[in-house]
């Protein structure tokens, strides 16, 4: 069978998508390795539209109650798309379950992923000192001495989420000045739990069974430093999920795929993309949605062309 569309991704993206796709009675398909998107670790989302304050489990619930109201919408999840071929009929999506499924237009919504600092120690500490979750983990740092790596806005927020737990709070980053919100500096310099660090490259997070330490570059006199932690929040932005279909869309520099902001059309005409995987500069919920609303509008346009062609071509 093939699907009219498939959605790659069940975040706020992928959720409009399909919410919209189905309203339009495509055959649709989802595929998302889990549902709600990044901000499902969040305890309190606040800018949702129409919604003042909500969990990030909250919205996921909403988000996935949304598309399982349309009988035209399947959902196949946990299950993650791992390549993207072209057919003669459109894209064949193979996934980690070993399926493979076939659609005439295809809109990818799988979002980013928190970066790593890419460390000797990260991989080995991860969820043993290391995080990348501040809202999920800050309370785990009672009375504890911490570093938060990243001076923009994901960094000073963690610092925000860390003062009523953390004994002592390291904000530290690799550029000169911090570049997250200036108010918000303001706020967590107020804070005598609050030191910062500019100009140092982390060069290794140290410990036993558990962290106990970081090592960094001091750019400032070129000497390497050590820091006594217990914790290391990485809080350096994120990557985006576009691996599985770099060799068919143009990509930019970051991996995030191009696309024309109007239509969400990248560059493989029946391939649209939607969220934080594209080039958008603002990533957030109700943008994804939105972007993703065009998206799929955009491929139901592309998929009455093919149709239109089809039956010009027989008659
Ligand atoms: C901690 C945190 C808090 C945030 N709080 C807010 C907030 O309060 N307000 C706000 O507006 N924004 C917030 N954001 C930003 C917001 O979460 C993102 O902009 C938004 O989630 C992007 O939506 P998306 O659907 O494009 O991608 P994502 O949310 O990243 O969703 C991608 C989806 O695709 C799935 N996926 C990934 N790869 C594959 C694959 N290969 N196959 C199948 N499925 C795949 C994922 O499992 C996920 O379901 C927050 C972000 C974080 C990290």
């Given at each position: ?120 120690g990260e991989?080995?500490f991860?969820?043993?000192?290391v ?73 290794e997070i140290l410990?036993?069974?558990?962290v106990?330490?970081l ?17 290391i ?83």
């Amino acid at each position: 069978m093939i699907y009219d569309i498939i959605i790659i991704g069940g975040g706020p993206a992928g959720a409009a998508a399909g919410v919209y796709s189905a309203r339009k009675k495509l055959k649709t398909l989802v595929i998302a390795d889990s549902f709600g998107g990044q901000s499902l670790v969040s305890d309190s989302i606040e800018n949702w539209i129409g919604v003042k304050k909500m969990t990030g489990l909250e919205l996921a619930k909403m988000l996935e109650g949304h598309i399982r109201a349309y009988e035209d919408a399947e959902i196949k999840m946990p299950e993650k798309a791992v390549l993207v071929k072209e057919i003669s009929s459109g894209w064949e999506i193979s996934t980690d379950k070993n399926n493979i499924y076939q659609s005439k237009a295809l809109i990818v919504a799988s979002g980013g992923r928190r970066r790593h600092l890419n460390v000797l120690g990260e991989d080995k500490f991860e969820g043993k000192g290391v995080s990348y979750c501040s809202t999920c983990d800050a309370p785990v740092f009672k009375n504890k001495p911490v570093a938060v790596i990243g001076g923009g806005d994901a960094g000073l927020e963690a610092v925000i989420n860390l003062v009523p737990y953390a004994s002592k709070i390291y904000l530290i980053s690799n550029k000169e000045l911090l570049t997250g919100d200036v108010s918000t500096q303001e706020e967590i310099k107020k804070s005598d739990k609050v030191s910062v660090i500019m100009n140092a490259d982390i060069q290794e997070i140290l410990g036993d069974k558990f962290v106990s330490g970081l090592k960094y570059l001091d750019k400032n006199d070129n000497q390497i430093k050590e820091l006594k932690i217990e914790g290391i929040f990485v809080e350096i932005g994120s990557v985006p999920n576009s691996e599985f279909v770099k060799d068919l869309v143009g990509t930019n520099q970051k991996g995030e795929i191009v696309i024309d902001h109007k239509t969400g059309a990248t560059s493989r005409p029946g391939i649209f993309a939607a969220g934080d995987v594209t080039d958008e500069i603002y990533k957030q919920n109700n943008i994804s949605a939105g972007d993703a609303v065009a998206a799929a509008l955009s491929a139901y346009n592309y998929l009455l062309n093919i149709k239109k062609n089809e039956n010009k071509n027989s008659n």
